[in-house]
Every structure is written in structure tokens, then in C-alpha cells.
């Protein structure tokens, strides 16, 4: 069985400890996120194409625009705006949410306008790997390659 979590918990390491904060509308399992200023995104995973935004000052989630494609076993590298405006790459293994949907492995949020595009695929499929930003340009490292993965949790 697959826990699916929508706890928020965060760390105060002045008073070294967790407070629970306002959780997740929507349970996530296996998603991806990243943290622009004070506002924490959550993209998608196994079972939903939301995007969830935290805004970690009110303690109040949002949703935003769906995720074109349902990412699973991803992960997020995030340009500055110094070199390149301030995105989102949202890179990740892209489960079907119905039959035709498009499958993306790379798809670009842009946080100010809330809107979706996809990027160019890597060269090669992953999961399970990190994601580098250096002078806004974005390194994905290590993980493995697959041809199919098997998505039925028996």
C-alpha cells in the first residue's frame, strides 16, 4: 500500500521544533516541488495534475493552473531571472491521465502569470535524479534511464 501524505510540517530550528501547519488540500504522493521566494509549489504526482501553492507567510494554500502533464518521480530547477526569467522546470517521468493526453518530460511554469509550456525532453528518460542550476543554466544528475516502468503497485 502507497501512504499518501498531505501533512505540512515545518522545522524551527531557533526553538528546534516541528510546528503542523495547514496541510496540503490535496494528498501528493511522489510529486515534484520548488520554493520561489516565500511561496512553496507543488506539482502533480502520481494520482493528480495540480499544481498546490503554500504561501508560507499566510499559511494558506491555492491551487494554480493544472499541470499539463501528470509528472511522477520528478524534480524541479528553478532559473533566476538573472539570466533567464524566473521559472519552474518541472522534470519528471509523465504518467497518462487519459487515453491520447500529451506526455511531457519537460514542462516550464512561469509563477508570474501562472501559465504552463513544455520545454525540450531531455535526451535521455529518467527518474530518481537531481537537479543542478548554475548561471541559470539547469543540470540534471545521476538517477536511472528506462524504457517502461511499471506503474500498477501490486
Not at 517521468?93 to 511531457?104: D, E, H, K, Q, R
Not at 508570474?112 to 539547469?138: C, H, Q, Y
Request: proline fraction near 6%; aromatic fraction near 14%; avoid cysteine.
Amino acid at each position: 500500500m502507497i501512504a499518501y501524505s498531505g501533512s505540512n510540517y515545518v522545522y524551527d530550528p531557533a526553538e528546534d521544533l516541528w510546528i503542523t501547519k495547514t496541510a496540503m488540500p490535496n494528498e501528493a504522493f511522489n510529486y515534484a516541488s520548488a520554493v520561489v521566494d516565500q511561496t512553496i509549489f507543488v506539482f502533480s504526482g502520481f494520482t493528480s495534475n495540480l499544481t498546490q501553492i503554500y504561501n508560507t507567510e499566510t499559511d494558506i494554500w491555492s491551487l494554480g493552473s493544472a499541470v499539463p502533464s501528470v509528472v511522477a518521480g520528478g524534480a524541479t530547477g528553478i532559473t533566476t531571472g538573472i539570466m533567464a526569467p524566473i521559472r519552474i522546470y518541472v522534470f519528471g517521468y509523465p504518467v497518462p491521465v487519459s487515453v491520447g493526453a500529451p506526455l511531457f518530460y519537460t514542462q516550464v511554469y512561469n509563477p508570474e502569470n501562472d501559465s504552463w509550456i513544455d520545454g525540450a525532453n531531455m535526451p535521455t528518460k529518467r527518474v530518481g535524479f537531481g537537479v543542478a542550476v548554475v548561471n541559470d543554466t539547469l543540470y540534471t544528475i545521476g538517477g536511472h534511464t528506462y524504457d517502461t516502468i511499471d506503474l500498477s503497485f501490486n
